[in-house]
């Protein structure tokens, strides 16, 4: 009997830890992680004699808000700062190379449907538009600017497609996203696109419930 009491209390326990929330429920969620950047490109900005590129890591944190219109299914929206680019291996055509990093900056505001569909695990996707705060470059030791310096104007504004996977225990939150820019960021013919994979821990709190 005490055995059936003892599973009893844990089962308890972990339906508690993955309650779905209620209709009407809204929720804060704080949240911190690292980007894994890079630029798509039709035909690369930064050379013509660019032999090699590799992803920029960056910083991504920020705060959204969830309503949940169901059980199944919330409703996100927030703002998340977001450090994006790529970093850079050029060659001047004489076997001279350099490296740089390309830094453009967003603060972003996914827009996103979450749809729960077992226990903490939800799947998410919606739109994301996009201010660039920062468009710089550092290249070398000692070498720093604009990237508006070297004949590179990026567009203040971008609009992506988030979809990805979200996991609750409890408070906690691990959120993975990918975001699919779609609007050319570059004032050019050329089209270059971010491309942002996203990984970040962070906490949700109810701030209100429907009585």
């Known amino acids: 009997m005490k055995k059936f009491f003892l599973l009893a209390f844990a089962l308890?326990?972990?339906a508690s830890a993955?309650?779905?929330?209620?209709?009407?429920?809204?929720?804060?969620?704080?949240?911190a992680g690292v980007n894994i950047a890079y630029y798509g490109?039709?035909?690369?900005?930064?050379?013509?004699?660019?032999?090699?590129?590799?992803?920029r890591i960056g910083v991504a944190a920020g705060?959204?808000?969830?309503?949940?219109v169901h059980k199944k299914v919330g409703l996100s929206?927030?703002?998340i700062y977001s450090q994006q680019g790529e970093k850079a291996k050029i060659s001047?055509?004489?076997?001279s190379t350099a490296k740089m990093t390309a830094k453009t900056d967003y603060v972003n505001f996914p827009i996103l449907a979450n749809i729960y569909l077992y226990k903490g695990l939800a799947l998410k996707f919606g739109v994301q538009p996009g201010i660039n705060v920062n468009a710089s470059y550092t290249s070398g030791s000692n070498t720093s600017g604009d990237l508006s310096d070297l004949g590179i104007n990026i567009k203040k504004f971008d609009l992506s497609i988030p979809f990805g996977l979200s996991y609750e225990y409890k408070f906690l939150v691990i959120d993975a996203r990918y975001n699919l820019g779609v609007t050319n960021i570059v004032d050019s013919e050329e089209k270059t696109w971010n491309r942002v994979?996203?990984?970040?821990v962070g906490l949700k709190f109810d701030v209100l419930k429907k009585h």
Not at 92 to 95: A, D, F, L, S, V
Not at 197 to 200: F, L, W, Y
């Open 197 to 200: 994979a996203q990984i970040t």
């Open 18 to 31: 993955f309650a779905q929330r209620e209709a009407g429920t809204l929720s804060i969620k704080p949240r």
């Open 77 to 79: 929206a927030g703002a």
């Open 12 to 14: 308890m326990l972990t």
């Open 41 to 55: 490109e039709s035909q690369n900005s930064f050379s013509m004699y660019e032999t090699s590129t590799s992803p």
């Open 63 to 68: 705060i959204e808000l969830e309503y949940q």
């Open 92 to 95: 001047n055509g004489w076997g």
